[in-house]
């Protein structure tokens, strides 16, 4: 099993939509979480992380950790066409950094 | 932008020559990563180092060395290279507080 599972998708949404992406992870040491973008034919940057259960919020964007579920999420509100990327769900612990599969977003005009 | 160039950003070779990509930072940051990226795979460490001469195996260390002499440089080997290895490399590095890590550009392997 991988430490982090996330469904590939792809994922296509209307402007203007609220998107959720979803990962599960299977290790319960101390870590933090994280969410990459990464855009068509560059290296991922990092959108937001987190290290406790519950949300926190940037702009448009919220990351959810569910502890007790291994359970971490991605919303992001009034997507944007500028929005379509690929997003890596990620947890790091004691200096690595393991990713999900990623899912491929599309936000239509 | 972070200090990092990956090199070489593409290349071509034939199946069991010697490869070897180069992630080089001007950052000065402890921890430096190697990953591969496939489609339906995502990201997938290779090798990682938290200083130099110090190094750590990751997902996906099969086939492959890494050599760290400096801080600022980080080697990537493929000894004998085959046709599974081609992919889309990424080096990264990190000050190794929060799991923030800066990629490079990728360095795109083809192995025929």
């Known amino acids: 099993q991988k430490e982090v599972e996330q469904d590939p998708g792809p994922l296509s949404v209307p402007e203007g939509a609220i998107v959720s992406l979803n990962c599960t992870y299977s290790?319960?040491?101390?870590?933090?979480f994280m969410w990459y973008r990464q855009y068509s034919r560059k290296g991922p940057e990092l959108l937001m992380y987190?290290?406790?259960?519950g949300n926190k919020e940037d702009g448009r964007f919220t990351a959810q950790v569910d502890k007790s579920s291994k359970y971490i999420s991605l919303f992001i509100r009034d997507s944007q066409p500028s929005d379509s990327a690929t997003y890596l769900c990620?947890?790091?612990?004691?200096?690595?950094?393991?990713f999900g599969q990623g899912t491929t977003l599309q936000v239509k005009p | 932008d972070a200090g990092i160039t990956q090199s070489p950003r593409h290349k071509v070779t034939e199946t069991g020559t010697p490869v070897t990509l180069r992630c080089h930072q001007t950052?000065?940051?402890?921890?430096m990563y190697w990953y591969r990226q496939d489609p339906g795979h995502g990201l997938r460490l290779i090798h990682y180092?938290?200083?130099?001469?110090?190094?750590d195996k990751g997902e996906v260390s099969d086939g492959y060395s890494v050599s760290r002499s400096k801080t600022e440089d980080f080697l990537l080997t493929l000894e004998s290279a085959t046709s599974s290895q081609t992919s889309v490399y990424f080096c990264?590095?990190?000050?190794?507080?929060?799991?923030?890590?800066?990629f490079g550009e990728g360095s795109r392997l083809t192995v025929l």
């Open positions: 990620a947890r790091y612990s004691t200096g690595k950094l393991i």
């Open positions: 990264a590095i990190s000050g190794g507080v929060t799991g923030e890590l800066f």
């Open positions: 987190t290290y406790s259960s």
């Open positions: 180092s938290y200083g130099v001469k110090d190094t």
């Open positions: 290790n319960s040491a101390f870590q933090y």
């Open positions: 950052e000065n940051h402890r921890y």
